[in-house]
């Protein structure tokens, strides 16, 4: 199974503020946004970021072919254990995801 | 109509000289520009402070005065000084009386202060006045008394009444992103979702176009909707770049809160008028309860961090077992040395090669070249934050992975190993807090500076 990110334009993830963390799933066509709409699971990205699942927000977005999920930020903002102050190295998780 | 020249997502972030030229030839009404955000991190506002250097600042700001001469219509900053706090307000303020005096321009300054006493929102809060917006952290009196800054998010409101004093400059604390750029043309009748949506697609300069560097874009504002014009020759806005704005950095791409409603881009509409415009329209604006969010961050300890570089492929491969080692070593000098309590302090070892972005999420385990060791010491205070750190220094420098071998030594990039980083701020509000009158939580002020 091919990994995200070689089939997307862009993975992108940036905090929304100090309390959220934004992740789009950029695809250039609509058949690879079907696919990566398809084949990214709720629980799968719920996991992967280590929330629960119920706090997931997600949009599919087909005007953009865009998949799009929001979080609670794993680790607030500028905590001390907040590893990541501007949030984009989450989008890895995302782009090394195997999928269908 | 009105038009409104942005040159820049941010100042200090720079932009195409010559499209800000084209903008000022073009008659704006107003020129607005964002000063900051909370992108950077909790310490700015916590210490009230810039994170771009003063002489970058200087610089930039001095081409925005001299544009705004030029153009002869006010200028807007929102969220000056990085943070937005009175205190950055009050630097950039110096900026521009320094400015003004060197260029020999007088000048009507306003200042709008966004700083909010402590009383006010502790009574905001115990008169069920302040809420908890999604994710915000539990909150209670002593909380608010720690802050060291807290600011309120202005709107179009605070950032008209500004506007209305007639003054050249404008020099705004905290606003929301949006206030400054839809703050003229709401209040000049423009259709009111089409101004709050124009102003956070515009928001961050030409980001929402094809050269997001080139920083230049013209908005204009009429009775149904938005144009949005990048300055830069080479520069295109399309539907989708446009479309695409308002997933960035919002949890929600099509609802966008504001003080006093939200947006609600849902319907909009984008088309291309050629190959460098594009026209919106349909955005909705959805009038709400009066409510300006707020920020704060308070000071949670002192830190000192040490670096050192471990490359024996023996220590790289056994490095957790290894860095877990001198934690607990260096927790239990600490507690035995210093006489600090365990729960007063903090050691933590992050292994830059492995794992040091994502911690527990890392799902890759690859043995890299050389591993970067980066010792992290939280106490109460400053100083026992450096005696901290100058008991984990050794270790760094000479731990062993066992007791029978000879003693290694590890690259230390610099001396000391070990950096002072003052304090450790946090974010400690994302509530927002009820107004009968927009105005009453923000301090306006007009100044005369230079000198004709």
């Known amino acids: ?100 | 109509m009105t038009r409104v020249l942005v040159p820049a997502g941010a100042l200090g972030l720079g932009y195409d000289r010559e499209a800000l030229e084209r903008g000022v030839a073009n008659h704006p009404d107003i020129i607005a520009i964002d000063g900051g955000s909370t992108d950077s991190g909790p310490s700015y506002l916590g210490r009230g402070v810039s994170k771009y250097s003063r002489a970058s600042t200087k610089v930039e700001w001095r081409e925005l005065m001299q544009a705004r001469a030029k153009a002869g219509v006010p200028l807007v900053i929102g969220t000056a000084g990085t943070c937005g706090a009175d205190a950055a307000v009050d630097w950039l303020f110096d900026i521009t009386r320094e400015i003004a005096l060197e260029e020999g321009m007088k000048v009507k300054v306003a200042t709008l202060k966004s700083g909010q006493p402590k009383e006010r929102v502790k009574a905001a809060l115990g008169g069920g006045r302040l809420h908890a917006l999604p994710a915000a952290p539990d909150i209670c009196e002593a909380v608010v008394d720690d802050c060291t800054n807290i600011v309120a998010l202005a709107g179009v409101e605070q950032v008209a009444a500004a506007i209305a004093t007639g003054a050249d400059i404008v020099i705004a604390g905290r606003t929301t992103d949006t206030a400054i750029i839809a703050a003229l043309p709401v209040v000049r009748g423009d259709h009111a979702g089409a101004a709050w949506h124009g102003a956070k697609v515009g928001e961050c300069g030409a980001l929402a176009t094809t050269q997001p560097n080139s920083g230049v874009i013209q908005i204009d504002f009429d009775a149904t909707g938005f144009t949005i014009e990048p300055m830069a020759a080479d520069a295109a806005a399309t539907p989708y770049t446009v479309s695409a704005h308002m997933l960035y950095e919002n949890s929600d791409p099509f609802i966008l809160h504001e003080p006093g409603g939200h947006l609600d881009v849902t319907r909009s509409d984008y088309e291309a008028l050629d190959g460098r415009r594009v026209r919106v329209e349909g955005s909705k604006w959805v009038p709400g309860r009066y409510t300006v969010k707020l920020e704060g961050a308070r000071i949670v300890g002192y830190q000192t961090v040490g670096l050192a570089v471990v490359r024996e492929r023996r220590y790289v491969q056994h490095v957790r077992e290894w860095a877990a080692d001198i934690e607990a070593k260096v927790r239990d000098k600490i507690i035995a040395r210093m006489g600090l309590a365990a729960d007063a302090f903090n050691v933590e070892i992050r292994l830059i090669g492995m794992d040091a972005t994502l911690g527990a999420l890392e799902n890759r385990h690859d043995v890299p070249v050389e591993v970067g060791i980066l010792g992290i010491l939280t106490c109460p205070t400053a100083e026992q934050a450096a005696e901290a750190g100058k008991i984990l220094n050794p270790y760094l420098l000479h731990h062993p992975l066992t007791e029978d071998e000879p003693m290694p030594t590890f690259a230390f990039p610099f001396s000391p190993a070990e950096m002072q980083r003052g304090a450790l701020y946090e974010f400690c509000l994302n509530h927002v807090m009820e107004l009968d009158d927009p105005l009453s939580a923000f301090v306006l002020e007009t100044h005369e500076v230079g000198h004709a």
């Open chain 1, 1 to 100: 199974m091919p990994e995200l990110g070689s089939l997307v334009s862009k993975v992108r993830s940036k905090n929304a503020g100090p309390f959220w963390l934004t992740i789009d799933v950029f695809c250039d066509d609509p058949t690879t946004y079907t696919r990566v709409r398809e084949g990214l699971k709720d629980a799968t990205v719920a996991r992967l970021f280590g929330v629960e699942q119920q706090l997931l927000k997600r949009f599919d977005i087909p005007a953009l072919n865009v998949v799009k999920f929001s979080v609670p930020r794993p680790v607030v903002q500028g905590t001390r254990a907040d590893r990541d102050m501007h949030g984009a190295g989450w989008a890895c998780l995302l782009e090394e995801l195997q999928i269908d």
